[in-house]
């Protein structure tokens, strides 16, 4: 939706997090009435500026309750439902090399507290042994019309090598594995940078699961090698 309509992903995460508080309203057709009222191209301040009869208006016939306008609104203003939402910084492909792209199932700031099939987001980081960094920050509203939305969750997160959950089914996490994820449930959650510091101490000896995702060698079945080459 960013790339289509020229907004950019911190704009396009504000109105998709702002049409799934609102029963029954579709993303496309929210933003289009949005953009009406406000003016192209949408910004940061325009949405800021909306009040709860711009909402309303861009959302009839339809109603909603008077918290589900005030959760929009805050979402428009940059505020999930546990404050504000982080800002990726840049990243080009190369710039951190032998490191893994990690998501993290997440519904309020830069904090692992996301069950895999209800989260409001997914913070995407690139993981190196020396450095983190958040590189995109994916809104999961839209895949709540998806056929079948754990395939759709799956394929949001399908460039990531790790998936960090609070939980996750069985299907579910067949689906995200079939997509070439390897989910990873932490079921205390906690802030995203202890979850990432835990990783990057495992990837200096890492073990079998995490060595796939690497494309390295297991330190577990170093010496076996070192055997047969001995």
């Known amino acids: 939706m960013a790339e289509?309509?020229?907004?950019?992903?911190?704009?396009?995460?504000?109105?998709?997090l702002a049409a799934k508080a609102l029963p029954g309203?579709?993303?496309?057709?929210?933003?289009?009435?949005l953009a009406e009222r406000a003016g192209l191209p949408?910004?940061?301040e325009k949405l800021q500026s909306l009040g709860a009869d711009d909402v309303r208006a861009a959302i009839?016939?339809?109603?909603?309750?008077?918290?589900?306008?005030?959760?929009?609104?805050?979402?428009?203003?940059?505020h999930g439902s546990g404050g504000p939402m982080p800002v990726p910084e840049a990243y080009q492909e190369g710039d951190m090399p032998g490191s893994l792209r990690v998501a993290i199932a997440s519904n309020s700031g830069e904090v692992l507290n996301g069950h895999f099939g209800s989260c409001?987001?997914?913070l995407i980081y690139q993981v190196s042994t020396t450095a983190s960094r958040l590189?995109?920050?994916r809104a999961t509203a839209e895949t709540e019309s998806?056929?079948?939305?754990?395939?759709?969750?799956?394929?949001?997160?399908?460039?990531?090598?790790?998936?960090?959950?609070?939980?996750?089914?069985g299907p579910a996490a067949a689906k995200?594995?079939?997509?070439?994820?390897?989910?990873?449930?932490?079921?205390?959650?906690?802030?995203?940078a202890d979850t990432l510091a835990r990783l990057q101490v495992s990837m200096h000896s890492p073990p079998p699961w995490l060595a796939r995702a690497m494309g390295v060698e297991a330190a577990s079945l170093a010496r076996f090698v070192e055997a047969a080459e001995s």
Do not use: M, T, W
């Not at 994820?181 to 995203?192: F, I, N």
């Open 25 to 33: 309203v579709e993303v496309g057709a929210f933003v289009h009435a």
């Open 60 to 78: 009839a016939p339809a109603s909603a309750s008077d918290e589900a306008i005030e959760k929009a609104l805050a979402s428009l203003a940059g």
């Open 4 to 16: 289509q309509n020229g907004i950019g992903r911190d704009l396009a995460l504000r109105l998709a």
């Open 120 to 122: 409001e987001r997914f």
């Open 176 to 192: 995200v594995v079939r997509a070439g994820v390897h989910p990873v449930k932490l079921p205390a959650g906690g802030p995203a």
């Open 42 to 44: 949408l910004s940061a």
């Open 135 to 137: 590189v995109a920050v």
């Open 146 to 169: 998806a056929e079948d939305k754990n395939v759709a969750r799956a394929n949001l997160i399908g460039d990531c090598d790790l998936v960090y959950v609070q939980s996750i089914g």
